[in-house]
């Protein structure tokens, strides 16, 4: 497997069958990992208090606690810890139950062996990635908003929705220097609400998400359509923009050049609370976005972003990126992060880059696309980054 990971992922593997118990045991010793079986939940709950393991293949039928109630007794004890059920016979009840409480996967008998190890190499990268993630916020701590005055706060929204603008700032490829992309920023010059940040606020107190979401993209649309056709467009979404029926319209100008935007989803905020988000992820894709996490390491602990989202692109936080190059706890998450997103697909983009000390250890540490200061300031169309 990738660099950073010295210790071969652990898995549980639970089946009354012996046969297929030893079958996939062999599969997956074979592809790298080191495996635990046992016949039965119960020794499954005693193998699981005993020691750690990144990932669990069940099977659902079995005799005493059958795998849907294994799922339901790890989940609360685990809320990321990802359970592969396995079935013979499939039945609407199990795999509702099994989504319910949170399944990786649900796979049906007979399983190939590259269904089964790519199921579970993606099962256990998902893990480790969220154990780098946690050790991140322990090594940033957290951040917290501010508060503003609510008198007039509507009349000053009006006027700042009426005269917003988007910045584009350039998120250059490190192999050739050149434009990879643009990220749409929300600007106001409104003096009462400064920073994109205090729109956000009003536009959250004032339950105005939606109609601050929908001007920002028809307002990035514009211009970009008429840019070079080889650039992306990084747009960023509030969640609670998912449940905003005009992000999924075809008719929308965002829409028009869907096939170069990318949509960026924070971890900043939860998305616990957006019904149906892997329906919707699937329908933005159905339009032809693709989909990056925004701001990974700060703030949010879980995995929800990956299970569901199954982003095309991950944004490391530039709070990750400051002072890189004499943080060496930074730089062994940055390389770790970094290797286990390239092994899962995705491309990486560093941001918040400010100085060529941080370019030049990021580019070491394998970030390919890279985003800040340095390169270029969020500006009206279209600034061309310095390297
Ligand atoms: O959450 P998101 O990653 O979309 O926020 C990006 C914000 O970071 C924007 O407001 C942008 O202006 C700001 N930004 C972009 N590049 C840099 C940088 O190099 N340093 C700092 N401090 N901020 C940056
Ligand atoms: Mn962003």
Known sequence: ?????????????????????????????????????????????????????????SDVNMPGMNGT?????????????????VTGAPSIDSAASAVNFGAFKYLMKPISRDDLVQSVERATQLYRLGA?????LQVLGTSSGEGSDRAGLEATFERTLASLWMAFQPIVRASDRSVFAYEALLRSDEPALPHPGAVLDAAERLGALDRLGRTARDRAAGPFAAGEPSWLLFVNL?????????LFDRHAP??????????????????????????????????????????????????????????DFVKLDMSLVRDVHVHMTKQKLVRSMTALCKDMGLLVVAEGIETPEERDVLVELGCDLLQGYRFGRPSKPFVTPVW
């Open 1 to 57: 497997m990738s660099v950073g990971q010295p210790n071969k992922p652990r898995v549980l593997l639970v089946d009354d069958e012996e046969a297929l118990l030893r079958a996939f045991s062999r599969m997956l010793t074979a592809a790298g990992f080191e495996v635990t079986s046992c016949a039965d939940g119960a020794t499954a709950l005693t193998k699981l208090a005993e020691g750690r393991f990144d990932a669990i293949v």
């Open 69 to 85: 109630e294994l799922l339901r007794v790890v989940r609360n004890q685990d809320q990321d810890l990802p359970v592969i059920l």
């Open 132 to 136: 780098l993630k946690r050790e991140a």
């Open 238 to 246: 509030h969640p609670k923009d998912l449940e905003d029926d005009s």
């Open 254 to 311: 965002l829409a028009q050049i869907a096939s170069r935007v990318v949509l960026e989803i924070t971890e900043r905020s939860s998305l616990e609370n957006v019904g149906d988000l892997r329906g919707r992820v699937l329908a933005l894709r159905d339009v032809g976005y693709r989909i990056a996490v925004d701001d990974l390491g700060a703030g949010y602990a879980g995995l929800a972003s990956f299970v569901h989202l199954e982003p």
